[in-house]
């Protein structure tokens, strides 16, 4: 186990610097399966490393995920106030772009969850606007059921893929 | 005069009357039977020429293999054969056949032609009956046995069960590879008993939900390729893939019509998923639904007048059908649970779907007014029907439960026969072809 | 297709044949260069609609020629003679008329095809016996003691007159102990045939496959002669596939069933009679 946490920190200084290193590359945020990660971590170590306006920025010190009830879609009180943060850290950093990924569990059809999916997403980016971010600026895109980051079939692990994910994806500073 | 001939003829009718119920002989009603494979005899093949022994038993192997999977055949064990088949032109001796309780028995011979084709006989006899049922014959360049063999199955199949057979088919599948957590899926073909799997993208992008069209040439098909999710159409024989339309949003669970001509699909806006029509050759699209619900997994009926989908907008998933330019949508599932992905069989009788009652998901057939639901499928998760062109059989996606994998199995409509379909690794979302032309 | 495509697939089919994959190892080939190609590529890539996977092993779909065969059960077929309505069961099946047909079924005839003489004897096709059960039946497990009644119920109702000496001879016992006999017979049969019929219950229309059978039995319990087909199917035989695989289903039933083991003194009422297969029952699960 704690063989396995300190792979994953590699893996997600790793990924800093990777991302760090190239100026835009959309796809590659797209497609890289973001390292496991449900809430801001409170690592002052981490925070420290990471770069202003960046994407770990927002996952590390922002909160990019926020979660949804079974087969529900609206916006929980509880994550309003991650996403307020984030409304708050896109004013802060206005030339950056987020794609807001909307995930299910597993319990649903594949074409029901991809439906479901971009309805979480869809309602993760109408919060963000009426918190005065520009439409233009938030993408989204459904995962379904395809994208999980637990496997158990339980209902902690359902929990936790029933999501709605924001990643940047564009503009970000380095 | 007339009153005579009345009264002549009411005695006729009397006596008629009288005589046909004694002529009646016993009746006996049978109404239960012992439903069970049939069990059918397939020596391998003759060949006159040792240089085609092997396709001889290679032909037999498949054949037999076949039959066997089908469930409705037992394929016996050539170990247990008594006799020989040397002369396929002359009656086989039919009790020698009757000793290991055969019912059929099909004998072949293969004979390579001097223009380099090979030439292929069977026939198939009914022991009991002590008749031929069947006799055909086929030429072909060697390379394509396996194509040969389907076709004698499913000759032997038809002729034995009254439908067409579904064994010179391919199916279409999501081959899945790596952990859980991130899963590689890939586009990928291969033949209905597994055989010639051929991937058909790498890997590094996200594929789902693949569909024949009714040529078995070109696949619809939802790809993350270009980092939105899009419809897609693959073409076999060139292996281009090209975007379908060019929509704002996501657009998924594309159908053929059966025509071909038209792809049913849904389009995402703003969360809201309606589906729409495209006609392939104008590019046309037409909106068929309009409700804020979720409405998507078109499929067309084989008649082509109505559309079978799923929506929740009477509060949970359920299955609805409209008519083919989206007027009268009505719900037909009330069954417990939700209810989606539902698929018209080719046949036009039934709807099959994925039914979830509380945790796990189910496979189940329903006549296409909604009446008769029935649960088929026995996994954790299983989803995503497709029917064998015949309309008599099912594959269908089993996900393990905890992140074990994904499989294809198959069942017969009578819910007998559930069993896993080899496919190279774990696979998903399969799509049974018409039968190649 | 070109030839070239049909041995690509070829190749591909023998290397799974054997179990291993050697064509994999290409592929990894293939795929390390296509990964180089678009790690290069990915930093310019835009999005473009049309995109070619040239990776993607083309393949082949249409294959074959074949010339279909003409079907040779032509002259082998043991095809109910009956009913003078019922065509050939062969005659839809052979459009191309090929040369081909060894015609050696000649060299044993089937027994079927001679002489099938006593249906044809009576003329008029026997009128069924009073149906024992309406076509929708309510209560599907019936017991054997509800059947043998309604058995009795009708037999009573309609008295039938003896048709030969033997039969008359019998009626003079009396009617009860007649129609008693006659239903143990007759579930005698049912059980008898039971383990050996297996009808395709997943075909769509169940009536379908609803066949009737004229059994001649010997004094031994062996089939007289070949089972005739007989009332509706008869008719059906020729032009409906299901029909004619379920009328297959029960004369191969019939005949694998054999013999059947009656009691010899009642030989003269089961002698000859008819077999009712209905499957519809078997069918709504």
Excluded at chain 2, 105 to 113: A, D, E, I, P, Y
Excluded at chain 2, 155 to 160: F, G, L, Q
Excluded at chain 3, 180 to 191: C, E, F, K
Excluded at chain 3, 207 to 212: C, I, N, Q, W, Y
Aim: proline residues 8%; contains cysteine.
């Amino acid at each position: 186990m704690l063989k396995f946490s300190t792979g994953l920190k590699f893996a997600a200084i790793a990924s800093v610097v990777l991302i760090a290193g190239c100026t835009t590359k959309p796809q590659a945020a797209a497609e890289t399966p973001p390292p496991a990660s449900t809430g801001p971590m409170t690592s002052e170590t981490q925070s420290s490393s990471v770069v202003a306006g960046s994407e770990q920025d927002l996952k590390v010190n922002v909160g990019d995920t926020v979660h949804f009830g079974y087969n529900e879609y609206s916006v929980q009180d509880e994550d309003k106030t991650t996403l307020q943060r984030q409304a708050a850290w896109l004013q802060k950093f206005p030339a950056v772009r987020v794609t807001v990924e909307g995930h299910c569990d597993e319990r649903g059809t594949r074409e029901y969850n991809l439906a479901l999916g971009a309805r979480r997403a869809n309602a993760v980016k109408e919060y963000l606007v009426s918190l005065g971010v520009s439409s233009a600026r938030v993408d989204t895109i459904s995962y379904g059921k395809e994208r999980p980051i637990c496997t158990e079939s339980d209902e902690s692990c359902w929990a936790q893929n029933r999501r709605g994910v924001t990643v940047v994806a564009g503009g970000e500073s380095s | 005069m007339r009153r005579i001939g009345i009264a002549f003829a009411a005695v006729i009718a009397m006596i008629v009357g009288f005589a046909a119920p004694a002529s009646a002989q016993l009746r006996v009603d049978v109404t239960q039977g012992n439903v069970q494979p049939m069990p059918i005899a397939i020596p391998n093949f003759a060949a006159p020429q040792p240089s085609d022994a092997a396709a001889g038993q290679n032909i037999a192997g498949v054949v037999r293999a076949d039959l066997q999977r089908s469930g409705l055949f037992k394929s016996l064990d050539p170990k247990s054969f008594v006799d020989h088949i040397t002369n396929i032109n002359a009656p086989p001796t039919y009790a020698n056949w009757r000793v290991i309780n055969a019912q059929g028995l099909v004998t072949g011979q293969v004979q390579m032609q001097s223009d380099g084709r090979l030439r292929v006989d069977f026939r198939l006899w009914d022991v009991y009956g002590e008749s031929q049922m069947l006799g055909l014959q086929y030429f072909t360049t060697p390379e394509n046995w396996r194509r040969i063999s389907h076709m004698i199955s499913d000759a032997i199949y038809e002729r034995i069960t009254g439908e067409k057979g579904y064994f010179d088919t391919r199916i279409v599948f999501i081959s899945e590879s790596g952990p859980a957590l991130a899963r590689k899926k890939r586009l990928a073909v291969m033949d209905e008993d597994g055989a010639n799997p051929i991937f058909l993208t790498r890997g590094d992008y996200m594929v789902l939900t693949p569909r024949f069209n009714p040529s078995a040439q070109i696949i619809a098909y939802m790809s993350y390729i270009s980092g939105k999710p899009r419809v897609y159409l693959f073409d076999l024989e060139s292996g281009r893939q090209q975007m379908l339309g060019d929509f704002p949003e996501m657009t998924f669970s594309p159908r053929f019509s059966p025509d071909g001509n038209k792809v049913a699909m849904t389009l995402e806006k703003n969360g809201n998923s309606d589906i729409y029509v495209m006609d392939l050759r104008t590019h046309g699209v037409v909106r068929l639904t309009t409700d804020p619900a979720i409405d998507t997994a078109p499929s067309f009926s084989p008649d082509a007048s109505k559309i079978a989908f799923e929506s929740d907008r009477g509060g949970s998933q359920q299955i609805y059908v409209m008519n083919a330019d989206g007027s009268d949508q009505h719900r037909i599932s009330f069954d417990a649970g939700r209810n989606g992905t539902p698929v018209w069989s080719p046949r036009g009788d039934l709807i099959a779907f994925s039914n979830q009652s509380g945790d796990s998901f189910h496979i189940g057939v329903m006549r296409t007014d909604g009446s008769g639901a029935r649960i088929i499928s026995n996994g954790w998760e299983d989803e995503g029907p497709t029917w064998a062109p015949n309309g008599r059989v099912l594959m269908f996606s089993r996900t393990l439960r905890g992140g074990h994998g994904s499989q294809i199995w198959s069942i017969d409509v009578t819910g007998r026969n559930e069993q896993r379909v080899q496919t190279p690794g774990d696979a998903s979302d399969p799509a049974w072809s018409p039968l190649i032309q | 297709m070109s030839r070239s495509q049909i041995q690509t697939r070829n190749r591909i089919s023998q290397a799974t044949d054997a179990g291993d994959w050697p064509w994999i190892a290409a592929w990894i080939g293939a795929l390390s260069l296509h990964l180089a190609i678009v790690v290069a590529t990915l930093f310019t890539w835009s999005h473009r609609l049309d995109i070619v996977d040239e990776s993607a092993p083309v393949v082949p779909v249409d294959l074959v020629t074949i010339a279909p065969k003409t079907n040779i059960i032509a002259t082998a077929r043991p095809a109910p003679k009956v009913q003078p309505d019922v065509t050939p069961v062969q005659a839809p099946t052979p459009p191309v008329a090929q040369p081909v047909t060894p015609p050696q079924e000649d060299t044993e005839p089937p027994p079927v095809d001679t002489a099938p003489s006593e249906p044809l004897i009576k003329a008029p096709p026997p009128p069924p016996v009073p149906k024992l059960k309406p076509q929708p039946q309510p209560d599907k497990p019936k017991s054997t003691a509800d059947s043998i009644n309604a058995l009795l119920n009708n037999v009573l109702a309609t008295p039938s007159a003896p048709q030969n000496a033997k039969a008359a001879n019998r009626t003079t016992k009396g009617f009860g102990a007649q129609t008693a006999m006659t239903a143990d017979i007759q579930d005698a049969l049912r059980s008898m045939i039971r383990p050996c019929w297996s009808p395709q219950v997943g075909a769509p229309n169940a009536a379908d496959l609803v066949v009737d059978f004229d059994i001649s039995l010997n004094p031994d319990g062996s089939v007289a002669q070949a089972p005739q087909l007989t009332g509706q199917s008869a008719s059906m035989v020729a032009s409906n596939a299901y029909t004619r695989a379920a009328a297959d289903a029960a004369r191969r039933a019939i005949m694998e069933c054999a013999p059947y083991k009656l009691p010899a003194n009642q030989y003269g009422t089961w002698r000859a009679f008819t077999f009712h297969f209905d499957p519809r029952q078997m069918m709504d699960q």
